[in-house]
């Protein structure tokens, strides 16, 4: 039987993530969490992860520093980017550090959900 694909959400705003989390649990994805790109970056198995939602901006680590530092560490998984403030300098910075998705807050659920599954088969969208 085939693992299901689970999907990194980080952001700070926990209402996003709940939001967010139970829209990608509505389409048989499984969904982990994480308030932080450092908590991100601590989980142990970070690895099982197949496509990271993350936001823009977030303190101390930025949605697309956490992608660049995860680039660096070899770990090439799809990475689509969510925030609040859709400033055209911050969509050029992530859609060239090689995002899968770009989207402002509040975003359409099934753009998203085409986004991951596109990403989830290795075809970049947005």
Request: hydrophobic content about 45%.
């Amino acid at each position: 039987m085939p693992r299901t694909s689970c999907i990194a959400i980080v952001d700070d705003d926990a209402s996003v993530r709940e939001a967010t989390g139970s829209l990608i649990r509505s389409s048989g994805l499984a969904v982990r969490t994480f308030g932080s790109a450092v908590d991100f970056l601590c989980a142990a198995d970070r690895a099982s992860i197949d496509c990271l939602i993350t936001d823009v901006q977030m303190g101390p680590i930025g949605g697309v520093e956490l992608a660049q530092r995860l680039r660096d560490e070899g770990m090439a998984i799809p990475v689509i980017f969510i925030t609040a403030f859709p400033d055209i300098r911050i969509r050029e910075r992530a859609m060239t550090s090689g995002a899968a998705g770009f989207f402002a807050k509040p975003f359409d659920g099934q753009l998203l959900l085409e986004c991951i599954e596109t990403a989830l088969h290795g075809i970049s969208s947005h």
